[in-house]
């Protein structure tokens, strides 16, 4: 039991943790919040008003006197409390699509920011359920849930004024639903938020299986994988429904209870109003107002018992948010080295991606506008050694460093990658024009340079024969392309940037081998000649390459060539 509370105690702790991220995040629109708030306010008290005006209308229609007055205020104020409304809901639309962005942004900018292998690690359907539906839940409560909680307080202050005015012993009795409400939302608090994570970790289950299947849609073809991946998509569902309805269930649970008092209360003031009446010491106007109030006394009671779910959800969404914000940005520093011939030095480097290590101790020099071939079997670390050059994963020990001809140095970090040119492996096109992809590489390249890159990477013939030549419109990793094409525009979006320090990752392994030397050759021919690190299985190419580097035993071996 001790630890049980011990536990709540440090989760509780988190939450004001969770609540000062809010509070930060809900600063700037505390204005817009605060004229949303007053809009509200007033249509609470109008509400009130109309109870006082029907009271009034009662009384006056059963003495027989003229109700015309009456009525017309009555309906000035109805029309006035709507256009209120109106004017609230457009205002929360407004201010829940401005913070849910602005959250949105802030974690999306956070995650390309971050370092590499520690973002890696979550899947891609889990993040886009953080930034979408954990974000709208967020944004929905501060622009939603949280004014409501203010309003809902107003509204039960002045109704139980009002009625205590009118009726202490109906006014009082009216809160006695406050203490069960109360306890039925800290018992659900408590189990809500761990169903509410839940939820959400099934919906990322859930969209990062259709995101992964959608992705890889040929390999479920070719394996006949097309029958099972219906029924685990139904059995994501199920198993997302099963937490939605425990959670739903529990809430509704509670929901009962409290309006089940809500009704006794009701029956309370009914019978309560009826007595009166027949004692002749009310009249039907008031015991109509004493319905009124007390349902508008316990009804902000029972929205404000609701209101802590809701809350739990927020929190709940912000924590999973938090996660995000809270991985290591990735190391950045002034640039300073000028942008000439580059080359890179690695000292002493050892890394592991768990306990084995994949480099120990290993050591490489890349000359200002040298060639070098990284070649060998697959998963001896020939990319991990490129992730490690771009910085994308640090090393456990030694140092990573670039050169120029200067002798300016500069430490390997993020900011390196403004004079590097990456072409990684497989289809990395983006949908779009062909001279958007390209323009990636370069966003100020002008159209000259556009077509100067496709020609150096031999792209230039077929994007001309294309119906809309550059202009083209190409799908999602370069659907209405070959692979061997959208490989060469891969390499027209490297060339394009002009960066001293080019890094070919099998960027040529959809090529032919004869359209594959020719590319190398036009990379030679640039000048100034770019300092290039090529992965390759193919080793003609080591024709065109001043150095070999071939990794055995977590060491890396330089073997001198003669280049061309």
């Known amino acids: 039991m001790f630890d049980k509370y011990k536990n709540f105690y440090h989760d509780r702790e988190n939450q004001k943790n969770y609540a000062k991220w809010l509070f930060s995040y809900t600063k700037p629109y505390i204005p817009s919040l605060s004229v949303m708030l007053l809009f509200q306010i007033a249509a609470s008290l109008l509400s009130l008003g109309m109870s006082l005006i029907s ?288 080359g890179a030095d690695l000292e002493h480097i050892t890394f592991g991606y768990n306990e084995d290590s994949i480099f120990e101790d290993t050591s490489l020099h890349i000359n200002p506008g040298e060639f070098v071939a990284i070649v060998g079997e697959s998963g001896i670390g020939k990319t991990t050694l490129i992730r490690l050059i771009m910085s994308f994963l640090n090393s456990d020990s030694g140092s990573i460093s670039f050169f120029n001809s200067m002798g300016q140095t500069e430490k390997s970090t993020a900011t390196s990658r403004h004079f590097i040119s990456y072409v990684p492996q497989g289809n990395t096109l983006f949908s779009g024009t062909i001279a958007d992809n390209v323009r990636m590489g370069n966003r100020n390249a002008t159209e000259e340079e556009i077509i100067a890159a496709l020609k150096a990477s031999s792209a230039y013939d077929f994007v001309q024969n294309l119906p809309d030549g550059m202009n083209t419109v190409i799908g999602e990793k370069g659907h209405g392309v070959s692979e061997g094409q959208a490989q060469r525009i891969s390499l027209a979006r490297a060339l394009v940037r002009n960066a001293p320090f080019l890094v070919l990752d099998e960027a040529t392994a959809s090529l032919d081998e004869k359209t594959e030397l020719r590319v190398l050759e036009g990379i030679r021919s640039l000048t100034p000649k770019p300092t290039c690190i090529l992965i390759t299985h193919r080793r003609s190419v080591l024709n065109y390459c001043d150095k070999e580097i071939k990794i055995e035993d977590k060491k890396i071996k330089e073997i001198p060539l003669g280049g061309m």
Request: hydrophobic share 45%.
């Open 55 to 342: 009271k009034n209308i009662i009384d006056r229609a059963t003495a027989g006197k003229g109700i015309a007055y009456s009525i017309a205020a009555f309906v000035t104020v109805l029309i006035v409390s709507q256009t209120i409304t109106i004017l609230t809901s457009l205002v929360s639309v407004v201010i829940s699509e401005k913070f849910s962005f602005g959250i949105r942004r802030n974690v999306y900018e956070k995650i390309l920011h971050t370092n590499w292998l520690s973002v890696s690690k979550y899947h891609t359907g889990d993040l886009m359920t953080r930034l979408t539906s954990d974000t709208d839940a967020v944004a929905n409560g501060i622009s939603g849930t949280i004014p409501s909680i203010l309003i809902l307080i107003v509204q039960l202050t002045s109704s139980f004024i009002t009625l205590f005015v009118f009726d202490r012993f109906l006014a009082l009795s009216s809160l006695l639903i406050a203490p069960v409400a109360f306890l039925a939302s800290v018992i659900l608090g408590k189990r809500l938020k761990k169903l509410q994570v839940k939820v959400q970790e099934s919906e990322s289950k859930y969209r990062s299986f259709i995101h992964e299947s959608l992705s890889n849609i040929m390999i479920i073809k070719s394996f006949c994988d097309e029958e099972y991946s219906s029924e685990h998509l139904y059995e994501l569902r199920n198993e997302r429904l099963y937490w939605i309805l425990k959670k739903n269930r529990m809430s509704l649970a509670t929901s009962s209870t409290i309006n089940v008092g809500f009704q006794f209360a009701y029956i309370l003031a009914f019978t309560w109003g009826a007595l009166g009446i027949s004692k002749g010491s009310i009249t039907y106007g008031t015991m109509s107002l004493f319905l009124s109030l007390v349902g508008q006394v316990q009804a902000p009671l029972i929205s404000l018992a609701q209101t802590i779910p809701k809350i739990v959800s927020i929190l709940a969404s912000a924590g999973r948010i938090i996660e995000i914000q809270d991985l290591p940005a990735e190391e950045r520093l002034n640039q300073t080295i000028e942008q000439t011939s580059i």
